[in-house]
C-alpha cells in the first residue's frame, strides 16, 4: 500500500537533547512538507521541500532543521534550540505537477518534552 | 498574499442535524480548494476537493462548492451523525505550497 509512514508515534524528550523525527514515503511524490500542531490549534509549516538536496523555510523554521538526501525520506529534527517543542508534528507530500491534487498527511508523531 | 478564514468552534449539534462550516479564503491566482478531516489523534485525510470555480465536491454525505464571487468554500451536511465529531480544516493551494484554516472541532451528540 502507498502512503506516509511517520515514527515513532510518541517521542520523549529531555530538556537540551536533539531529536529526528522520521518521515517516509512510497509515493513518488515531489514535494514533502513538516507542519506543526498545538492543541486546539491549526497547522503551522515549519519547513518544505520540492526537490532532493532542497527545502525551504516554512513560517516556524527556528529550532528546526531538516534534510531531503532522497526523494522518499524528509527527518525533521528538532533542536535545544526550539524553546518549546513540546507539539504534535505531521508530515505530509503531495505531487508538484498536479496543482489540484492534494496533500497526503502521515498519522503524527507527538513529541512531549520532559 | 494567501489565507484562509474557517469559522471558530466548537460546534456542538444533536444528530441528524444540518451541518455549516463557514470557509472563506483570499488567494492570488486560482487555487484549489479542500476540506480535510482530523480525529483525535490521528493525521488529517481529504474530505473532498474542488479544483474550479462552480466546482462542488462531495463524500461521504458532505458537499462544498467553490464560490468565487464570495471567494467561499462552505461545508455543508445534511443530517451529522456521532462519528462525523471531528475537527475540520479548510485549505487552498496555489502552486505547491497549502494553506490551511484554523480547524473548527465539531461534537455531535446522540
Known amino acids: 500500500d502507498g502512503g506516509i509512514t511517520q515514527s515513532p508515534k510518541y517521542l520523549f524528550r529531555k530538556e537540551g537533547q536533539n531529536v529526528t523525527l522520521s518521515c517516509e514515503q512510497n509515493?513518488?511524490?515531489?514535494?514533502m512538507y513538516w507542519y506543526r500542531q498545538d492543541p486546539g490549534q491549526g497547522l503551522r509549516l515549519i519547513y518544505y521541500?520540492?526537490?532532493?538536496?532542497?527545502?525551504q523555510k516554512g513560517d516556524i523554521a527556528e529550532g528546526y532543521s531538516v534534510s531531503r538526501e532522497k526523494k522518499e525520506s524528509f527527518p525533521l529534527t528538532v533542536t535545544s534550540a526550539q524553546k518549546n517543542p513540546t507539539a504534535f508534528y505531521l508530515c505530509?507530500?503531495?505531487?508538484?505537477?498536479?496543482?489540484?491534487?492534494?496533500?497526503?498527511f502521515g498519522p503524527g508523531t507527538r513529541l512531549t518534552v520532559l | 498574499g494567501n489565507s484562509v478564514t474557517q469559522m471558530e468552534g466548537p460546534v456542538t449539534l444533536s444528530e441528524e442535524a444540518f451541518l455549516t462550516i463557514n470557509c472563506t479564503y483570499t488567494?492570488?491566482?486560482?487555487?484549489?480548494l479542500f476540506w480535510y478531516v482530523q480525529y483525535p489523534g490521528e493525521g488529517l485525510q481529504l474530505l473532498l476537493k474542488?479544483?474550479?470555480?462552480?466546482d462542488k465536491g462531495s463524500n461521504k454525505g458532505f458537499e462544498a462548492t467553490y464560490r468565487k464571487e464570495t471567494t467561499s468554500f462552505h461545508l455543508e451536511k445534511g443530517s451529522v451523525q456521532v462519528s462525523d465529531s471531528a475537527v475540520y480544516f479548510c485549505?487552498?493551494?496555489?502552486?505547491?505550497?497549502?494553506?490551511f484554516g484554523s480547524g473548527t472541532k465539531l461534537n455531535v451528540k446522540p
Open positions: 521541500s520540492q526537490i532532493v538536496n532542497d527545502f
Open positions: 485549505a487552498l493551494r496555489t502552486g505547491g505550497k497549502f494553506y
Open positions: 488567494a492570488t491566482g486560482y487555487p484549489s
Open positions: 474542488a479544483t474550479k470555480a462552480d
Open positions: 505530509a507530500s503531495s505531487i508538484l505537477a498536479d496543482t489540484t491534487d492534494t496533500q497526503y
Open positions: 509515493l513518488n511524490h515531489d514535494a
